[in-house]
């Protein structure tokens, strides 16, 4: 498609549960960039992918976090055991391969309340 | 060395004025310079961008200033509307060796508000 998607637009969740985020990047773009911005506006980069692989994961709190994105489904990030402060909007952006294509285009986010 | 400071945190400007937010960054590997628009509820939106090869680009009533002696960056909003009320993010990045651009590392934000 032309747009980044992303499901669910809202998500609930008790602390301790899981939550699973799904992005589908804009076809034809081979890069895929996690984002989560908190209540302050505050954006941090959480991991990218080029195709199925991780490229950049240096933002992942890789104990509880995990992501893939593998061929032909969307891509996934994955909260085990969530906490409070996990409550924030994750924005997925895509982007494509080689030179003159490389802005990112960002979804409409998922927003993740953990009660 | 990674941070991107941004200001003004909030800006009010009148219908048919100019709207300036600045921003600034200590990494000079930094060679890509996005400016994104948010609204409530929805995702970024890209305005506007700039690489250090340029001083100035523009683009309707939107221009980026690129200062890259003082590491230094803003956006000029002109004849601002009340529909341009919404957040605007500066951001930062590096271009890869492969093509593309690596993560972008964000500045805090101006919250803009244009009375009619």
């Known amino acids: 498609g032309e747009e980044v998607a992303q499901t669910p637009k809202h998500l609930v969740r008790g602390e301790g549960q899981k939550a699973k985020l799904y992005c589908a990047p804009i076809?034809?773009?081979?890069?895929v960039f996690w984002y989560q911005q908190v209540l302050k506006n505050e954006f941090k980069f959480l991991i990218s992918f080029q195709n199925e692989n991780v490229f950049d994961e240096t933002g992942m709190p890789k104990e509880r976090f995990s992501a893939k994105c593998l061929p032909n489904s969307p891509c996934s990030l994955e909260i085990q055991a969530t906490k409070l402060e996990d409550s924030a909007v994750y924005f997925c952006a895509s982007s494509q391969f080689g030179s003159g294509g490389y802005e990112q285009y960002f979804g409409p986010g998922t927003r993740l309340t953990v009660t | 060395q990674q941070q991107v400071k941004q200001s003004p945190q909030s800006l009010i400007v009148q219908k048919g004025g100019i709207s300036i937010i600045n921003c600034a960054y200590e990494n000079t590997a930094f060679d890509y310079f996005p400016w994104y628009q948010q609204f409530p509820g929805k995702g970024p939106a890209l305005l506007i961008a700039i690489r250090p090869d340029v001083s100035e680009k523009k683009e309707g009533r939107f221009t980026i200033s690129f200062n890259k002696s003082a590491k230094q960056f803003s956006l000029h909003i002109m004849d601002s509307q009340p529909g341009d009320s919404a957040t605007y993010f500066c951001a930062a990045s590096i271009l890869l060796f492969s093509g593309g651009y690596n993560k972008l590392i964000f500045g805090a934000g101006t919250r803009l508000a244009v009375h009619p």
């Open positions: 076809k034809g773009h081979s890069y």
